[in-house]
């Protein structure tokens, strides 16, 4: 089966397709990857698919068949072939009657356009307050009418639509009501925002299935080796990030968000095949945290794979810490600390990896994605043994209340498009008291002069003595680059 993907966003009156590009570029491979996990092995619908596809019961056997069908389909062809084509504009408005919502799609000529295609709305996030129910209605669906239910599990709803005659523009006029007429601001509120000022949108995507073999490069010129490597590329970057989500603990920071170029930074190292062999190095054997980001976005980036070239001694090296981590991660999931679907993802990022294959002509890109996956992985191990230091911490023996050591400080992290979307940084806290944590001599003076009553002195303080680095990779249109901010984790507490 061959995937044709037409995306385009609908965050206001009218919006072309680059807003779309430019809103996220893990997109159409969330939907694709949501597609593939629809269903089981056996080719089964999961018990949660129903509702995360906006299925309302076991009784609507259409979508769920439609559901199956490409969930199944996609699972065959391992997600691959999947393009995107942009339409012109959408534009969403009042019915006349009041009591629903017009959306309005102007669709470019394409061929595709004569196959059965399969409307997706997609959220950007979904509603929390109970059920809606909803009703979607025009001639360019078929059957002309179909329901769908948004709930807060609801991440996609599938509308099956009708093809057309020829290759010719046409407009989509479909409109929308819910089946409860008091609800209808709860309705603007999930199309565009509606005046309760919602953050609740969604964004429409056309697609299409065709038998495999199909020539679809008439339809944006990406059939090109080089095209395919480049959405290999990104593909392995995007199911990194739902990995880090799925494997990550999970942290909730609070606001004001962090920006990391409001950070000190050493000068940013460009990572590719002239990387020095020491910076590499330095890099593998770093247990610093790492920051994945993309601080620029288009529709024309990335516009190359990275890569890497290793000696056969460093490549050995790599190819021994992703063992090693890989089996701290295994042992993770089968406590039951990471779930069990890192376990999925992780064997998808080996497979896009390709780290084990011998193919030459792809070796540098294979070496690049196999250092990202070890970076990752890293991230995750040290996240859950901070952990385990921290709870140690806390429960040691203590007489006098907490003693100075390490606590968390998580901080959200701004405009992140990869992530992890916050950050632990650890901060001190406990008391200071005879005898000291990490007390040098002046720390002792500061301690014999308070506790004989000096209240001229100030006594010791929990603070950090030893900081680790925040790594971040981050993607932008000239490439890869490793960024190191300073002094930015505490690692070790001590009085002073």
Not at 71 to 99: F, H, M, W, Y
Not at 228 to 249: K, V
Request: glycine share 8%.
């Amino acid at each position: 089966m061959f995937l044709l993907i037409l995306l385009w966003s609908c965050f206001g009156p009218a919006v072309t397709a680059s807003a779309a590009h430019r809103d996220g570029p893990c997109f159409v491979d969330d939907l694709v990857a949501a597609l593939h996990d629809a269903t089981g092995k056996d080719g089964e619908l999961l018990a949660s698919s129903p509702a995360s596809f906006g299925i309302c019961s076991e009784s609507d056997s259409s979508p769920r068949s439609v559901l199956s069908e490409l969930s199944v389909g996609i699972r065959r062809n391992d997600r691959k072939g999947v393009e995107v084509l942009d339409p012109a504009a959408v534009l969403v408005s009042d019915e006349d009657d009041q009591e629903g919502l017009m959306v309005t799609f102007d669709l470019p000529q394409s061929q595709l356009l004569k196959l059965k295609p399969v409307l997706v709305l997609a959220f950007k996030s979904p509603p929390t307050d109970g059920e809606l129910g909803v009703t979607f209605s025009s001639q360019s669906l078929q059957p002309n009418t179909q329901s769908a239910c948004f709930s807060g599990r609801t991440l996609y709803i599938l509308l099956t639509g009708k093809s057309s005659e020829g290759n010719v523009e046409q407009k989509w006029n479909i409109s929308v009501q819910a089946k409860s007429p008091s609800t209808r601001e709860n309705l603007k509120d999930v199309l565009i925002g509606g005046k309760s000022g919602s953050d609740v949108r969604l964004t429409p995507i056309l697609l299409f299935a065709a038998e495999t073999g199909t020539d679809t490069r008439h339809a944006n010129g990406s059939g090109s080796s080089a095209a395919s490597s480049q959405t290999t590329s990104l593909s392995f970057l995007c199911e990194l990030r739902r990995f880090l989500d799925a494997g990550l603990p999970q942290q909730h920071a609070e606001p004001p968000l962090l920006r990391l170029d409001s950070l000190q930074a050493l000068p940013p190292l460009a990572l590719g095949l002239s990387t020095s062999e020491t910076l590499l190095a330095e890099i593998i054997n770093s247990s610093a945290p790492t920051i994945f980001s993309f601080s620029s976005w288009s529709s024309s980036f990335p516009v190359r794979p990275g890569q890497l070239a290793l000696s056969p001694a460093l490549l050995g090296e790599l190819g021994q810490r992703l063992e090693t981590n890989e089996r701290q991660i295994r042992e993770l999931i089968r406590q039951g600390m990471v779930p069990q679907t890192a376990s999925e993802k992780l064997e998808r990022l080996r497979q896009l990896s390709a780290f084990q294959k011998q193919d030459s002509s792809a070796e540098g890109e294979s070496q690049y994605c196999a250092f990202l996956l070890l970076k990752a992985l890293q991230m995750v191990t040290r996240a859950y043994n901070m952990q385990r230091k921290l709870r140690a911490t806390r429960a040691g023996p203590s007489t006098r209340g907490p003693i100075c050591g390490l606590g968390s400080l998580t901080v959200s992290l701004e405009k992140l498009v990869l992530g992890p979307q916050s950050a632990d940084l650890n901060n001190c806290r406990g008391s200071c008291a005879i005898p000291l944590i990490n007390g040098n001599n002046h720390a002792v003076l500061l301690t014999y002069h308070t506790e004989r009553g000096d209240v001229n002195e100030r006594g010791p303080c929990c603070v950090p003595l030893a900081y680790d680095p925040l790594e971040v990779i981050d993607w932008n249109d000239e490439g890869s680059f490793l960024t190191s901010k300073p002094d930015m984790v505490a690692k070790e507490c001590g009085c002073r």
